[in-house]
């Protein structure tokens, strides 16, 4: 038998072993407390009438007899860790019939948690099932939305995922936001593919935004979505999980799942192998360069954007093979990453299709 003790650190587990020295007694007490047994060698009780003090003898007596059988007590106390619990018990459970609480390593549970994502938004969930459903580990659902995702959830029930019907508190506790829109999907993320992976599956037309140091979530998932209405399938970045944050995922709408990551050992070394492969390197710049409306794209086409506020560093300006700028009033000095994205997006589009 045990009991347990808990502390915030850890969980140790107490456990009462009986001696081997006492391994013939006949003694069946509690081994917690000592009392309640019948042992051989204790003396019978003495004769009442002989007493000057007949309640206070007997009060001694027992108080004696409890406390010798507690030092007397066959039990001893044995503590353990709960690694060590574990190992005690699965190499010795099957033959005493024990069970042992499973035990994950951190180090798995990190790894686990690092390889999964969590996406949200009506949208964004059933573009993603449509997609890749075998990428959903576990779902949440308001009751409002399930009859719009009742393929879903006969397809969840059918291969063994488990999915919970819950209230809008809830679902904000599983998605990590109020701004959940009544479904939460964990999933496995998907990876971000090499530079050169992606170009060995380049088709003749093909359009590659590359984003330096653009890591608002909100301003990545407008850019997904003008990808995925425009037709250009990469964005170049330094950190592939950027593009599955659930804030992106959720503000491209389901463009998201029109779109792959593309990675590289840095960022010029992408712009470059890309040049390589034959790609025009297109750099904006909001004081110089020539205008939009006079610019012509080629088929293969990368559109290189930076942050509204530093935009695009020297060496990465250097890269460029064309310099233009998004003619305006000149009222405010940029416009956003995201707006800017959507313009040059709408007019490679707009070339390749006319």
């Known amino acids: 038998m045990n009991d347990e003790n808990k502390s915030k650190s850890s969980k140790v587990k107490v456990m009462y072993v009986r001696g081997e020295e006492a391994s013939s007694s006949r003694s069946s007490g509690n081994p917690r407390t000592g009392k309640g047994g019948r042992s051989a060698d204790r003396k019978a009780p003495t004769d009442r009438r002989s007493s000057s003090s007949p309640r206070r003898d007997e009060a001694s007596s027992r108080r004696n007899d409890s406390s010798s059988h507690r030092n007397d007590s066959p039990w001893r106390t044995v503590s353990k860790r709960p690694t060590e619990q574990v190992e005690s018990t699965q190499a010795s459970g099957e033959e005493e019939g024990l069970t042992a609480k499973s035990y994950i390593d951190p180090e798995q549970l990190r790894r686990q948690r690092q390889e999964e994502t969590r996406v949200y938004g009506e949208n964004a969930c059933q573009a993603l099932f449509q997609s890749r459903p075998e990428a959903i580990v576990r779902a949440w659902f308001v009751q409002s939305v399930t009859p719009r995702f009742r393929e879903t959830l006969r397809w969840l029930a059918a ?196």
């Open 159 to 354: 291969n063994r995922k488990a999915y919970h019907v819950v209230d809008d508190s809830e679902l904000a506790k599983a998605a990590g936001t109020e701004h959940h829109g009544g479904v939460c999907f964990i999933i496995k993320k998907q990876t971000g593919l090499d530079v050169a992976a992606w170009l060995s599956q380049a088709a003749e037309q093909d359009c590659v935004v590359a984003l330096e140091n653009v890591g608002n979530p909100h301003n990545l998932g407008a850019i997904m979505r003008s990808c995925a209405h425009f037709g250009a399938k990469a964005i170049l970045v330094n950190d592939a999980n950027l593009l599955e944050s659930g804030a992106a995922v959720r503000t491209a709408e389901g463009g998201a799942e029109h779109v792959r990551a593309v990675t590289a050992p840095s960022f010029l070394q992408g712009l470059d192998a890309f040049r390589r492969a034959g790609y025009s390197i297109v750099t904006t710049s909001s004081h110089e360069g020539q205008p939009l409306a006079s610019t012509t794209f080629p088929a293969k086409t990368v559109f290189v954007l930076g942050q509204e506020g530093e935009g695009l560093h020297e060496d990465t300006l250097r890269q460029g093979d064309i310099s233009l700028s998004i003619g305006g009033t000149g009222n405010i000095e940029s416009l956003n990453v995201s707006v800017a994205a959507g313009i040059l997006l709408g007019e490679w589009w707009r070339q390749q299709k006319a």
